[in-house]
């Protein structure tokens, strides 16, 4: 039951959300006790998740942090349709007020960005589905084989195509004899010659043989497991694995999830700056009294606090929204003012146009965060706000800014958000050697993998594949091939 009191916040805080021209779905407020709240956030936000270990690892791990006083979760909002959010039982008034107006920030952001378009939208009741199959297998296998497999499944879980709801990387798979057929069709092809005497000018033999050795580049392509690079390892180990059906349908909810949480990893810092913005807005506009603002100043300045060396990302989106808005109200974009080369003039540049709000509203609907950063992070905005790459520097064991140049700056940024941060792997080869081994490569981008995580994910995937496992990558510039056999690691 909602306290009348903090019912009418709502009712207040979603007019005033409305009226700013917030999109968002029916939003469920349950307020919780401290434990409770650390239950949820355990269990990614859901109240019911199947049984596992994990889970009160994080329960022990959150309640300890907040016991010392080391943090405080204010609210949590599930995306889904009707969306949930909870508040935190006995916080202040301002701080109920912040949470409310933050938490429909992000419910417009998951209903309206494209990057959310495809989830579930009913992930609740899938959260509480998957729970429920997974204890009827645990009561089948019992609970120490379930829990083990969940374990393998949960160390592959990011081995999916973040990209693949919204790209067609498969190709239609073709018979055998039509994909041979085709090949030898492309082998004999040759350019057609008005009369014979010219055909060893116009299909000269060096020619020819380049169509033969195309044709058979082709045909074993097509006869390659799989046979174009998978980056959805999960999914092919769910098509492909000899596994039983319990745990094949084990992996597939494995999977399911990560998609679900993945468009929330890609948008992290536009989600947090988006719900920090109008939370900004609608409290310091309509909604804080005077008695209130120095708590509520106080409050929202510990959101955004940032310190050396971490990205805050309430703090970064909000600003970067704040600078798109102000850029598009002035008219500061385009050629005539990038062209401009007066300092004083870019400075002072206003071209009254006022397109700011409905220019933020266009890139919360369709960016993620490496677009949003790609295209909106300015030299301007990075001088202002001091940001800077940094490195660890062996001789004094510190680390030490490495440069403030915005091209580098910008770069690190990208490449920490691309793929979500996470190394992209790819199965290239399910029938290795013809033996039925698998064969992936890691797709180097410049940062090698932690070589101890590597191994034990190796392990994991050969238990599921039931044969060697094979990871090609590059370690400190060298090409090293990794392979594990269900425990045994060779190099």
């Given at each position: 039951m909602i306290p009348s009191e903090i019912q009418?916040?709502?009712?207040?805080?979603?007019?005033?959300?409305?009226?700013y021209g917030l999109d968002f779905f029916e939003v469920v407020f349950e307020v919780v006790d401290f434990e409770e709240m650390n239950m949820l956030a355990s269990?990614?936000?859901?109240?019911?998740?199947?049984?596992?270990?994990?889970?009160?690892?994080?329960?022990?791990?959150?309640?300890?942090?907040?016991?010392?006083?080391?943090?405080?979760?204010y609210e949590m909002v599930i995306n889904n349709d009707p969306a949930y959010a909870y508040l935190l039982k006995g916080n202040t008034d301002i701080d109920q007020k912040l949470v409310i107006a933050h938490v429909y920030g992000h419910v417009d952001f998951f209903k309206n960005n494209l990057w959310f378009s495809k989830t579930n939208r009913k992930m609740l009741d899938e959260m509480?589905?998957?729970?429920?199959?997974?204890?009827?297998y645990i009561d089948r296998y019992g609970p120490e084989e379930v829990e083990n497999f969940i374990d393998v499944c949960l160390s592959i879980e990011d081995l999916i195509d973040i990209h693949s709801p919204f790209i067609k990387r498969r190709h239609e798979r073709k018979g055998l004899l039509e994909r041979e057929d085709e090949g030898e069709r492309k082998a004999i092809s040759k350019l057609r010659s008005p009369n014979e005497y010219l055909d060893e000018y116009i299909n000269p033999e060096d020619f020819i043989e380049w169509q033969k050795k195309k044709a058979e580049e082709e045909r074993?392509?097509?006869?390659?497991?799989?046979?174009?690079?998978?980056?959805?390892?999960?999914?092919?180990?769910?098509?492909?694995?000899?596994?039983?059906?319990?745990?094949?349908?084990?992996?597939s909810m494995i999977r399911e999830e990560s998609y679900y949480y993945a468009p929330q990893i890609q948008t992290k810092i536009m989600n947090e700056g988006w719900a920090a913005y109008w939370h900004s807005k609608i409290l310091t506009e309509k909604v804080v009294t005077d008695r209130e603002?120095?708590?509520?100043?106080?409050?929202?300045?510990?959101?955004?606090?940032?310190?050396?060396?971490v990205i805050n990302?309430?703090?970064?989106?909000?600003?970067?929204?704040?600078?798109?808005?102000?850029?598009?109200?002035?008219?500061?974009?385009?050629?005539?003012?990038?062209?401009?080369?007066?300092?004083?003039?870019?400075?002072?540049?206003?071209?009254?146009?006022?397109?700011?709000?409905?220019?933020?509203?266009?890139v919360r609907k369709f960016y993620n965060d490496v677009t949003f950063i790609d295209e909106f992070l300015t030299e301007d905005f990075c001088r202002?706000?001091?940001?800077?790459?940094?490195?660890?520097?062996?001789?004094?064991?510190?680390?030490?800014?490495?440069?403030?140049?915005?091209?580098?700056?910008?770069?690190?940024?990208?490449?920490?958000?691309?793929?979500?941060?996470?190394?992209?792997?790819?199965?290239?080869?399910?029938?290795?050697?013809?033996?039925?081994?698998?064969?992936?490569?890691?797709?180097?981008?410049?940062?090698?993998?932690?070589?101890?995580?590597?191994?034990d994910v190796l392990n994991n995937l050969s238990k599921i594949w039931k044969r060697p496992v094979y990871?090609?990558?590059?370690?400190?510039?060298?090409?090293?091939?990794?392979?594990?056999?269900?425990?045994?690691?060779?190099k």
């Open positions: 009418r916040y709502i009712e207040e805080i979603k007019k005033h959300a409305l009226d269990y990614g936000g859901f109240p019911i998740r199947y049984p596992h270990w994990r889970f009160g690892m994080e329960y022990e791990k959150i309640s300890k942090s907040y016991s010392y006083g080391l943090h405080k979760i509480a589905n998957h729970a429920v199959r997974v204890r009827r074993i392509r097509r006869k390659r497991f799989p046979e174009y690079p998978e980056r959805d390892v999960l999914l092919f180990l769910i098509e492909n694995a000899p596994v039983e059906e319990w745990q094949r349908d084990i992996l603002i120095i708590d509520y100043a106080d409050h929202h300045s510990g959101t955004l606090a940032t310190r050396p060396g990302p309430y703090k970064l989106g909000m600003e970067l929204f704040k600078d798109i808005e102000d850029r598009w109200n002035k008219g500061k974009f385009g050629r005539e003012y990038e062209e401009c080369n007066d300092i004083e003039e870019k400075r002072n540049w206003d071209r009254k146009l006022g397109l700011g709000r409905e220019k933020i509203f266009e202002e706000h001091g940001l800077f790459t940094y490195t660890y520097n062996r001789a004094t064991g510190m680390y030490e800014i490495e440069s403030r140049d915005f091209k580098k700056v910008k770069e690190k940024l990208l490449f920490l958000l691309t793929n979500c941060g996470r190394p992209i792997i790819e199965v290239v080869d399910g029938n290795y050697m013809n033996r039925g081994e698998l064969y992936l490569i890691h797709r180097h981008e410049g940062v090698d993998l932690k070589i101890d995580w590597a191994k990871l090609e990558t590059v370690v400190e510039g060298k090409v090293r091939v990794f392979s594990a056999d269900a425990g045994a690691h060779r």
